[in-house]
């Protein structure tokens, strides 16, 4: 009996069609070959050839991965278009240090899937039904060959928060900090956060408007901010900001140079922080930063950056930084301990997004209040990014001492005194203030919509969302690019005109110094 299953297994095998052999015997059958004799020149049944035969239009539009010949699924339109918007979710998860194991993926691939089966028109479902999409293994191998995922996705622990290792970790890095002698002033944490610097609370109008406005979907533009602080709360370092657009025409508008912006400017068509680039910002701006700021104080030139498993926290990161620079040691946190120990989500990424938000309500009621414009008309064609750099740099330098050391009273209890504690909550909330300037502009809302724009940037994006994040990164892309090459191609008429009047004058001096010339030579001749 084994014996059989094994002859079945074995000649299953063999029946396996390569993607080349499928669209031969199509060009065959389309050049007037019966089925029945492809059968037989194939020594495949007649109604696999007859398969093969029924879904041509997708065999023939397919595109096997670089490295496969085998392909024993289609992979459809359908497929193509998740695994782009898979990597695009990838890319946040990456980008919020998550933990990505091939279950997680796979469980979003299937939702992703099943998402642009309802968008996907009913003549087309049919076909795409045909074969449910499992995502398997075999399907999540390949497809970490055909993105380059392998790298840098994780297997073994579990996602979820390990408050064991956490408790564990607490004790190690106090007898750390005893051992080499740490002080607050000296311990730094960085960490990465995305920003929709043009989205706003749910229930606003402004946001009913836009869902009115075709291609115009501002709320899913994102840049990625690593911010970084001391546990002592008073030397913040320039935010590193990454965009997904290297020269964007508000910097044209507005005269910025990029080297004198509050923050350390970087772009990828993805907006998101790299290890070259993060390499650049601690070699660049954290590094010299902070050897001013402890010279300044009179300290001992060391410090302790204390980073999570993100992958542009590389864990020998000590061997890209300068030599000038060593005094700077880099601690990880364990897996899966960020949302448990990380200063800089405890509060101070939250608070610093609140911030945002108030400053962003203040500009848009100044502007209204003193112009015509209404806030549809200065949120569509007057708030860019320019302006979001300037609300940037108000809400960092908002956050206050009192957050950013309170932040770390679950690693590093010790550095906390009893009476920020008490002090830590103010007279009136952020929240308070924004929904006070929403209602002065005739907006309708509520503290709790406030919270609920902050909850959303952890939250798990949508199909939908994720659709218009890409479609955002390449809009905006492809307008640099078309700005870029208009500015260096178009020569206006004006300047043809004076080129052309330039080049008369030098001929003209030219033909005039060569028959001098010529004349002195036929003097000096004769």
């Known amino acids: ?82 695994e782009k918007l898979l990597m695009v979710w990838v890319t946040e998860k990456q980008l919020q240090g998550d933990t990505l194991t091939q279950t997680i993926i796979c469980e979003k691939a299937r939702a992703i899937y099943g998402d642009l089966l309802k968008q996907t028109p009913q003549t087309s479902i049919d076909e795409a039904s045909e074969e449910s999409f499992k995502a ?56 990465e956060t995305g920003l929709f610097w043009k989205k706003m609370p749910n229930r606003t109008y402004i946001t009913a408007e836009e869902k009115m406005m075709p291609g115009h979907k501002p709320m899913k533009d994102r840049l990625t901010l690593a911010l970084c602080a001391n546990a002592s709360g008073d030397c913040k370092i320039k935010p590193l900001l990454v965009y997904h657009s290297e020269n964007p025409r508000a910097f044209k508008s507005h005269k910025i140079l990029k080297e004198k912006l509050q923050v350390m400017w970087r772009s990828n068509p993805k907006a998101w922080v790299t290890r070259k680039f993060f390499v650049e910002w601690v070699n660049l701006v954290f590094g010299p930063t902070v050897k001013k700021y402890l010279q300044e104080n009179n300290l001992p030139v060391q410090a302790l950056l204390i980073l999570d498993n993100a992958p542009a926290h590389p864990p020998n990161l000590e061997d890209d930084i300068l030599e000038e620079l060593k005094f700077i040691k880099v601690l990880y946190l ?101 929904v006070s300037l929403g209602k002065s502009m005739g907006l309708e809302m509520e ?64 033909e005039k110094n060569t028959q001098k010339k010529l004349q002195q030579v036929v003097h000096l001749t004769f």
């Open 1 to 82: 009996m084994d014996r059989k299953k094994v002859c079945k297994k074995s000649s299953a095998k063999k029946k396996m069609m390569s993607i080349e052999l499928k669209r031969e015997i199509i060009e065959k059958h389309e050049q007037g070959v019966r089925v029945v004799d492809l059968s037989r020149q194939y020594g495949r049944s007649t109604s696999m050839i007859c398969s093969v035969l029924k879904r041509k239009e997708s065999i023939k539009s397919v595109t096997p991965a670089k490295g496969l010949t085998i392909i024993s699924k289609l992979r459809t339109t359908l497929h193509e278009n998740m």
């Open 136 to 191: 398997s293994r075999g399907w999540f191998e390949n497809f970490k060959k055909r993105s380059g995922i392998h790298s840098v996705v994780r297997h073994g622990e579990a996602a979820s928060s390990d408050m064991k290792a956490a408790e564990d970790y607490i004790k190690t890095f106090s007898d750390l900090i005893k051992a080499q002698g740490y002080i607050s002033q000296q311990v730094f944490n960085c960490d």
């Open 334 to 434: 364990p897996p899966n301990t960020t949302p448990i120990l990380q200063p800089m989500d405890q509060q101070v990424i939250s608070n610093f997004k609140k911030l945002y938000t108030k400053h962003l309500f203040r500009r848009c009621f100044e502007v209204t209040e003193s112009t015509n414009l209404t806030l549809r008309e200065f949120w569509k064609d007057h708030f860019n990014i320019a302006i979001c750099l300037q609300i940037i740099d108000q809400a960092w330098l908002g956050v206050t001492t009192k957050t950013l050391t309170s932040a770390w009273k679950k690693l590093w209890p010790e550095a906390v005194a009893e009476r920020i504690y008490e002090e830590l909550e103010p007279g009136v909330s952020v929240e308070e203030e924004i």
């Open 447 to 510: 503290e709790r919509d406030v919270n609920e724009l902050i909850e959303e940037y952890t939250q798990e994006l949508t199909t939908e969302e994720i659709q218009e994040l890409q479609s955002q990164q390449h809009t905006e892309v492809m307008q640099e690019i078309g700005f870029e090459e208009s500015e260096e191609e178009v020569i206006s008429t004006s300047e043809i005109k004076e080129i052309l009047g330039m080049w008369e004058s030098v001929s003209q001096f030219v």
